[in-house]
């Protein structure tokens, strides 16, 4: 059993890397640079190409990171009424996170998808506009999520 709660507990945490991760890097390092040395066409092809590959790692994050953590909530901590708070408030934003990615995946990427496909770059630059609050948000939520994964009984 400690080694699959071990295998468990690094799938958790590698999905979280990954996707907090990549959010951080394009939000805060890839997009200002983008903007300040790319043309409108250019920078919606960077990130046609960047969402393309980011995306099909973050589908792993949202099936592995519910998938462990509710297998540690009731095969290592029996359920949720001996874990604190943090726990809960994690598994919350964790699943509004999801959401969140489903509705940008679904809605403003693939209308982004199209508008590029058909060459309409203003519909484009619309929708990767969406995409970039929608991702904003997440980012926050994922970095407060982090925070009370790893530290949070300590403040909860």
Not at 34 to 45: D, I, T
Not at 51 to 70: D, M, Q, R
Not at 98 to 112: A, D, K, R, S
């Amino acid at each position: 059993m400690d080694t699959t709660i071990g295998f468990a507990k690094a799938l958790h945490s590698l999905s979280t890397i990954i996707w907090v991760g990549g959010m951080f890097f394009a939000f805060v390092i890839l997009r200002p640079v983008a903007v300040n040395l790319l043309a409108a066409p250019e920078r919606l092809a960077l990130w046609a190409q960047t969402f393309s590959k980011f995306f099909l790692w973050v589908w792993c994050a949202v099936i592995l990171l519910p998938a462990t953590g509710f297998w540690m909530i009731f095969n290592v901590f029996n359920d949720f009424g001996e874990l604190g708070m943090h726990i809960h408030i994690m598994t919350m934003l964790g699943l509004i996170m999801i959401l969140i990615f489903l509705y940008v995946f679904f809605i403003p990427y693939l209308q982004f998808r199209l508008a590029m496909l058909s060459n309409e770059l203003q519909k484009a630059a619309k929708h990767l506009n969406q995409i970039r609050i929608a991702i904003g948000i997440n980012l926050s939520l994922g970095l407060i999520t982090t925070v009370l994964g790893t530290s949070g009984r300590y403040f909860l």
